[in-house]
């Protein structure tokens, strides 16, 4: 399979995260969007929506983060990413489509674009922005964190597909995460497991070497 991915994409980076949780090969095919390849001829044939990831399954071509992480999980169960009980796993869905759907789309690199470019906002009101709607989010997130575990049980599944990349993007907007101790400590057990660390932005063949 091929990833057409941004190490720092968040959405990109949850489709890495779930193909190292099942154990898939895949190929990296970086898209950079800070030089705009999304918007090229080349890009857009591959996903015409113009955003990143998108999966080459060798078959077909998939488009939007979410629905290729169900792909996944239909094509290839084992390991489950999902809880068995369906309360539970629906439980899981709200969560991730709270992530999915109330934080991350405000704040993508087109949306902070315009914000810029076409409203004239200065850098400090661009990260006002970011951080209230980050902010908003986490609270309720936090609210349904276990002191333990993760957001749906005993083993990091779908809920910390989506939640590490969103505390990424939010630690490089310098949120104060602070008010969020049970979603910081979740993130830090998941750092240790290979899946997770292998998929971070920093180990992705389109990141910029290291400084130092
Ligand atoms: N709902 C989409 C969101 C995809 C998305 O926002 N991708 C961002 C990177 S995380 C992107 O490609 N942005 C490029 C742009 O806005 O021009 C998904 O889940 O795949």
């Not at 154990?23 to 929506?49: C, K, S, T």
């Not at 609270?139 to 957001?151: F, Q, T």
Request: charged share 20%; net charge negative.
């Amino acid at each position: 399979m091929k990833l057409y991915s941004y190490f720092r994409s968040s959405s990109s980076y949850r489709l890495r995260i779930a193909l190292n949780l099942k154990g898939l090969d895949y190929d990296i095919v970086p898209v950079n969007l800070v030089a705009g390849d999304q918007r090229g001829e080349a890009y857009r044939a591959v996903n015409p929506q113009g955003l990143v990831p998108a999966l080459d399954t060798g078959s077909a071509q998939l488009v939007q983060s979410t629905a290729i992480l169900e792909w996944l999980e239909e094509q290839y169960p084992e390991p489950p990413l999902y809880p068995a009980d369906a309360l539970a796993r629906a439980r899981v869905r709200g969560l991730c489509q709270h992530i999915a759907c109330e934080i991350q789309p405000l704040n993508n690199l087109g949306v902070l674009g315009y914000l810029r470019e076409a409203l004239g906002q200065d850098e400090h009101t661009v990260n006002r922005w970011y951080a209230h709607w980050v902010t908003r989010g986490f609270e309720s997130l936090e609210a349904a964190a276990p002191a333990e575990g993760y957001l749906g049980g005993t083993v990091p599944g779908m809920a910390e597909v989506f939640l590490v990349p969103q505390l990424y993007n939010a630690r490089r907007f310098a949120v104060d995460l602070a008010p969020f101790p049970r979603l910081v400590a979740i993130d830090a057990r998941c750092a240790y497991l290979d899946a997770f660390a292998r998929a971070h932005p920093d180990r992705q063949p389109d990141a910029p070497p290291a400084h130092g």
